[in-house]
């Protein structure tokens, strides 16, 4: 890391990668120890954080961490370190282990909107991108106090972390695959300020989306309303009715190689919405009810050869029957059936329970895990589809 104000953004990504399960090694400038220390890293990586090029003992440090590094990544990197690395210095421990290595380098510019436009770091952003480094575009938000907003704010730690993701499952079997996935809960209008709608959150989908662009995928998300952060990376479509999110499906699936509905779209629509709200005072009312359109049956037809589409069926009792019946009613390659009267299984939650059937009659029970895991263990089943096998 070098020095910017954005340096304490890197601890919260240092401790990420390294709960992930990463062996963190954390490389400072000089600059870079006036904005956090050295023993902060320490801390939350467990690993001694260098900065010295000239130490004793140490001399070969810059060689060893080039060659034991899986990834580089630079958080933050200033205008200063990427010019000094687009033209080749090694006057430090950091400029030197970036020549020394043949990893892939991720750099995550950080600095005021006008260092960020200067002509001069275009050019070296465009010229580290040439010579084969990858790097991020800033975010457009708050920068340092008193210089208002703009490009250049450093992208916040999870971000980071699945750029880094991706960049480490560089051999998934899902790299440069198109996905699209549903998600979140649709909402049918009443009037103008009361809805149908379900109790999904979108935890699911979000999952399934982020693990599949972690390995490589182009991943569409289409999403309803939902209770969670959106992963970072895929494409976002909002779809707020269950009409929207049909169109965005049907538009979407000609390219792709799968199509997971994890959304919870409504069933039924008010025919005739009202215009003005409903008062209160003028009664209780019958709602004429209609149904929505049935998304993946609508869908199937417009599929691309060779494709895999994954539904789910919330149930609440006789679930794996009602399942069987939708994965045969909806052409569906399989299909994921979850009791919602389960203890951990349905919406809301971080886990579910879930029982896969697939087209060939293959049924498998899983066992109770988080929606992460499950997301998991649908793409590696989706992968071997894909793939053949």
Known sequence: MSGGIAAYKSVSLARLLTQAGAQVDVVLTRAALEFVGAITFEAVTGRQALAEIFEPGHALDHIRLAREADVVVVAPATADLMARAAHG??????????????????????????MWAHPQTVRN???LRELGYKVLDPDDG?????????????PE???????????????????GRRIIVTTGATREPVDPVRFLSNHSTGKMGAAVAAAAWRRGADVTLIAGHTDVDLPAGPRVIRADTTAAMAAAVSEEIRSADALVMAAA?????????????????GGA?????????????AVSAGRKRGSVIVGFALETGDATTRGAEKLRAKNLDMIVVNDQTEAGAGFGG????????????????????????????LLDRIGAMLNGS
Do not use: C, W, Y
């Open 285 to 297: 009312s019958a709602l004429d009810l209609v149904e929505t359109a049935d998304i993946l049956k």
């Open 142 to 154: 708050p920068l340092a106090v008193g210089e208002g907003s703009g490009p250049g704010r450093m």
């Open 125 to 127: 952003v465009a010229h």
């Open 157 to 175: 730690p999870e971000t980071i972390f699945a750029h880094v993701g991706r960049i480490l499952e560089a051999d998934s079997t899902l790299r």
């Open 265 to 281: 779209p409504a069933d039924f629509t008010v025919k005739d919405a009202s215009a003005t709200k409903l008062k209160r005072e």
């Open 89 to 114: 210095h090694a006057d430090d421990l950091l400029t030197a282990s970036l020549l020394a290595t043949s990893s892939t380098v991720l750099f995550v510019p950080a600095m005021n909107d006008h």
């Open 350 to 377: 971080d886990t579910n329970r879930v029982t896969l059937l697939t087209r060939d009659g293959k049924r498998e029970d899983l066992p109770l895990m988080l929606k992460t895991e499950l997301a998991e263990q």
